[in-house]
């Protein structure tokens, strides 16, 4: 039987969803499908015949065992051990506990008020931190044990760890932001910018919604007050380097005082890990502790970039499947009206995010979908008056950029595959990864207002870098 | 994931075999996260000697380049040792007993299978770069200080070489469970984290003493 | 037969070439030879050889300077200050030193066999703040220069740093980068030119010579009339490439008014010490260095030198 490349395309597709359910390791599932996809397409080449199956696999193999060196080895993707090394420096610098609380002091009386603490912490360790899951790692081995202590239900607390954990990738820096920036060639800089109010809308939405959920549900943990005024002060100050690191790395994304900024965001994210590892060693850091932090940051950096390489294999398959050119012409071939199109894509994302993590599925679909939602807009040098979302090229390119790494984000704590969900369940032995998924689900909710009034409300997220 | 190591652990020579392997594992992540630290110092030293000393660090790009696939794949079998790479775990989970260890030691064998075909084409890359006749031995080299790239893409083949030992470890775990029809083999990553275990048994002591 | 072709970025003045031959191939052979161009799919770009070398498709691009030691004879083509002063001469010189057996030697290591070049001009820079119009002014500057040009900027105490293209534009506006060496549609498809203040007119260093290969089996492989078809165009497509950057560089004094950068005349003075330190040096270098390692380094030159000569003669 003659098969398209197409069909190939969707068999194999088909082929690694399954392995998925059957708990094969997402990454391993991806490079498999990859290099089935790849060994097919080259024997197909060959009509199929018996004896050029072993050409086919060779050339398959090799093709396959290009990737992940040729793709690992990236200035860009540097970001994310660095980023991820800066949260669990922080830890041990005492800069996370020294945030909560802080935020304990100060906010912790309204209802719901340990919770609502977590979710500002994780929101001002946001703006050092890079990475969604080490943000997640870290607090879930402070905010949980106080959040039970005064009697939560572990799984709530556990999903407001792995909810504000995803802020991380909002608020710059970000290494997801960096790399759809790199991936799309748009201004690193704007987009960082672009991501604060996003960010922190975020975080008040998350924060609402605990407050609204205390207030309606019995049992739910204690506001916590009683803090004097001298005691809240008192906290300020061990919190204060975090202010010190995120002035440096606003330099190096931009300089507020015009002039060039200071270097890249990947330089300004190793140079604020720098100052943390300082800090860190002032405060009594030891050698146990520091390898503890690389084993843990090699560990993580490992998990992600497996599924990077894995994800990737799979797509060095589809491009010789020429699947994404196909996809292009589909969509440009459709006639509904354009948001409706923009809204149909980012609920994709919301499925495909169940299979994949959030690096792995920019890296899988950026080069289809972008394309085609800036052709979408009218194309890249449409101005605003003539474009169909209402803004010019480079601020839809932004725009998208923010949506669809708050899908990405979404995602993140989205069953069956939530990176952020299982961090946390790595990080407390006496939470099941379900148990965590049970608790994160309120914040489905508030993610899809959040998305909902950003793809209403643009100017939410193009404010800030139309300044610029 | 992190943190968790739900491996049983016992004097048999299986799990003697799963220890040695270990400390070699956790070696090689120590070296990927020593990779990470360096690539910190090397920003530092990039940045300070260009803003401090007009005096950049030459070859920035190409030394972040060498180090990446030491930090991103180096210690990966340690990483399959402690189960963290992530997958979906709601069908396995819902199993139990030889159904949960046939399905464990047919995606652990798929797993391997691919290991090993990786290992070969990660090999084929590195020899391509390869050239024991040249200065360096080196057939491709770095873009501005011209670095031999042999180095960076032999940690690939080895580092898939030592899981696919690993697997081959896991296999022989998930086999004798089925075989031997175990409720909690040794060697190999448990749905069940080991404090869920322990829970679980302390539980259900509590239920004999009532 | 249908080929894969593997280059990178976007489609552009430097892969018109490319999409030229596809087409004269499809209808000389009236649709039985065609070729499915991939921009990223199938290869990254520093690994088109490697996937040339595997057999993973059939025809790429890429740039010596990308990876000198995957072919050292041809970065004979990269050396600074060769004197080639037009698109055409650097045509004939790349063809000349392609078609020498020492090359053809290397690149049959790699399973690939040299078609043709992508002829680019002279890499000059662009660069933000006070125009640097003496060499003194190139101390310390951190340019965006690879393979021989990046040699150049060395000896005169330049730092080369490598970001990839696509990242050139982000480069220059954080300051990693004070300046690029591009070709002008580079400059203006990376969007450098946005970020300049000034471009160097005439500093003219040298360039960088990227070639595209085919793989020899599925070349081989071919019947005669598809081969014939192949081969009797290349030198249609560089007709047509050189047509169109033409038309490119025609518009290019435009561009750097409507962008408000200001075109640097280097002195010849200082032109000529620059050419001091960074030419005739690092050519002896290389030529000692090739031939320890066994490539008729000398020959080589010597054949750029003949072929300037005679292309000269001739025009
Ligand atoms: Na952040
Ligand atoms: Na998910």
Redesign the interface.
Not at chain 1, 260 to 264: Q, V
Not at chain 2, 138 to 144: E, K, Q
């Given at each position: 039987m003659e098969l398209t490349s197409i069909e190939i395309g969707l068999w194999v597709t088909g082929g690694m969803l399954v392995l998925v359910v059957l708990g094969m390791r997402v990454a391993f599932a991806a490079a498999m499908a990859g290099l089935v996809g790849l060994i097919w397409i080259?024997w197909s080449k060959k009509g199929y015949d018996p004896e050029d199956f072993g050409?086919a696999l060779?050339?398959a193999v090799?093709?396959a065992g290009?990737v992940p060196h040729?793709?690992v080895a990236s200035?860009?993707l540097s970001l994310i051990p660095t980023f991820i090394l800066i949260g669990y420096l922080a830890y041990y610098a005492g800069l996370t506990r020294a945030l909560f609380e802080a935020a304990k002091r100060w906010i912790a009386w309204v209802p719901g008020g340990l919770a609502v603490s977590t979710v500002f912490a994780t929101a001002g360790f946001a703006a050092v931190s890079g990475a969604s899951v080490a943000t997640a790692a870290v607090f879930a081995r402070i905010a949980i044990p106080e959040m039970l202590k005064i009697g939560y239900d572990k799984r709530f607390a556990a999903g407001v760890v792995a909810a504000g954990g995803t802020l991380a990738s909002l608020i710059p820096p970000s290494a997801i932001l960096v790399i759809y920036?790199?991936i799309v060639?748009q201004?690193?800089?704007k987009l960082l910018l672009a991501g604060f109010i996003p960010g922190v809308f975020s975080a008040i939405v998350y924060g609402l919604l605990i407050v609204g959920m205390a207030l309606v549900i019995k049992g739910f943990g204690p506001p916590v007050g009683g803090f004097t005024w001298r005691q809240r002060f008192a906290s300020l100050p061990p919190a204060l380097p975090i202010v010190a690191v995120v002035v440096i790395i606003i330099f190096?994304v931009y300089n507020p005082f015009g002039g060039?900024?200071?270097?890249?965001p990947t330089?300004g994210g190793a140079i604020g890990a720098f100052i943390v590892f300082l800090m860190a060693i002032w405060r009594g850091m030891r050698l146990p502790e520091l390898m503890d932090a690389l084993v843990e940051t090699a560990k993580l950096s490992i998990m992600i970039f497996t599924i990077i390489w894995g994800v990737l294999i799979y797509v060095?398959f589809?491009?010789?499947a020429?699947l994404?050119s196909a996809f292009a012409d589909w969509i440009s071939s459709l006639h509904y009206p354009p948001l409706l199109i923009l809204v149909c894509i980012l609920l994709a994302y919301a499925v495909l995010g169940m299979f994949m993590d959030a690096i792995g599925m920019l890296l899988l679909t950026l080069?289809v979908v972008y394309p085609a939602v800036m052709a979408l807009n009218g194309g890249e040098a449409v101005t605003a008056a003539d474009s169909a979302f209402g803004m010019n090229g480079t601020m839809c390119a932004i725009w998208f950029g923010i949506l669809v790494v708050k899908m990405a984000e979404f995602c993140l704590i989205t069953p069956p595959i939530g990176l952020n969900c299982f961090v946390v369940a790595g990080v407390r032995p006496e939470l099941s990864v379900q148990d965590v998924f049970r608790g994160v689900t309120p914040f489905f909710v508030a993610d899809a207002v959040t998305i909902a009034l950003l793809v209403a409300f643009p100017w939410i997220v193009l404010w800030l870098p139309s300044l610029a | 994931m992190a943190g968790t190591a739900s491996v049983l652990e016992d004097g048999s020579l299986l799990s003697r075999l799963d220890r040695t392997l270990l400390k070699l594992e956790w070696s090689m992540a120590f070296v990927s996260g020593l990779g990470a630290f360096a690539l910190m110092l090397l920003a530092v030293w990039s940045v300070g000697g260009?803003n401090l000393f007009?005096?950049?660090l030459?070859g920035?790009?190409?030394w972040i380049q060498a180090a990446m696939p030491v930090i991103a794949i180096f210690g990966i079998s340690y990483v399959q040792r402690q189960g963290g790479h992530i997958r979906m775990d709601i069908l396995v989970g819902a199993l139990g007993g030889r159904a949960l260890w046939l399905a464990e030691f047919l995606t652990t064998l798929l797993v391997l299978v691919l290991m090993v075909l990786l290992v070969w084409g990660t090999w084929?890359?590195f020899d391509?770069s390869f050239d024991i006749a040249?200065?360096?031995w080196?057939?491709?080299?770095?873009?501005?200080i011209?670095l031999?790239?042999w180095p960076a893409k032999l940690v690939v083949p080895v580092a898939f070489s030592v899981i696919s030992l690993r697997l081959l470890l896991q296999l022989w775990g998930f086999g004798r469970a089925f075989v031997l029809g175990l409720d909690r083999p040794v060697a190999v990553p448990l749905v069940q984290s080991a404090a869920e275990q322990a829970a679980a048994e302390a539980d259900h002591m509590q239920g004999h003493d009532t | 037969t249908e080929w894969?072709v593997s280059v990178w970025g976007k489609r552009r003045a430097f892969t018109e070439h490319i999409h030229k031959l596809a087409e004269l191939v499809e209808e000389k052979t009236g649709g039985e030879f065609t070729m499915?161009i991939?921009y990223?799919?199938?290869?990254?770009n520093?690994?088109n050889l490697?996937?040339i070398?595997?057999?993973?498709f059939e025809m790429a691009q890429f740039c010596a300077?990308?990876?000198?030691?995957?072919n050292r004879a041809i970065t004979v083509l990269e050396l600074p200050f060769l004197g080639v002063s037009n698109l055409d001469e650097e045509v004939a010189v790349s063809h000349a030193v392609y078609a020498h057996p020492a090359v053809a030697e290397e690149m049959a290591q790699w399973n690939a066999k040299m078609l043709m070049t992508s002829p680019m001009p002279q890499y000059n820079i662009v660069g933000?703040g006070e125009p640097r119009d003496e060499v003194a002014e190139f101390d310390?500057m951190?340019v965006r220069a690879?393979g021989g040009l990046?040699k150049a900027f060395t000896a005169v105490g330049g730092?080369?740093?490598?970001?990839?293209s696509?990242?050139a534009?982000?480069?220059m506006?954080?300051?990693?980068v004070d300046t690029v060496a591009f070709a002008q549609h580079a400059h203006l498809s990376f969007g450098t030119i946005n970020q300049a203040d000034w471009w160097t007119a005439n500093l003219n260093p040298g360039t960088v010579n990227c070639p595209v290969v085919v793989n020899i089996d599925a070349y081989e492989a071919l019947s005669d009339a598809e081969r014939e078809a192949l081969d009797s165009s290349v030198d249609e497509a560089i007709a047509y490439y050189l047509e169109n950057y033409g038309k490119l560089l025609k518009q290019w004094d435009e561009v750097l008014e409507e962008k408000g950068v200001e075109k640097v005349m280097i002195s010849d003075e200082e032109l000529a010490k620059f050419r001091d330190v960074g030419g005739a040096p690092i050519r002896d270098a290389w030529i000692e260095e090739m031939s320890a390692?066994g490539i008729p380094a000398q020959e080589l030159y010597d054949l750029v030198n003949t072929t300037l000569d005679e292309a000269r003669a001739t025009n």
């Open positions: 080259f050409w060779g050339v090799k093709t290009q040729g793709k200035q860009a920036a790199i060639e201004d690193v800089g190096f060039d900024a200071w270097g890249t330089e060095r589809l491009g010789f020429d994404p080069p | 260009r007009n005096e950049p030459r920035y790009v190409d084929a890359h391509r040249k200065p360096n080196s057939r491709d080299s770095s873009i501005d011209g031999p790239i | 894969n499915n991939s990223g799919g199938l290869s990254k520093t690994e490697d996937g070398s595997i057999g993973a300077g990308y990876h000198p030691d995957k933000t310390g951190r690879t990046g730092v080369p740093t490598s970001v990839t696509s990242e534009y982000q480069a506006e954080s300051g990693v390692q």
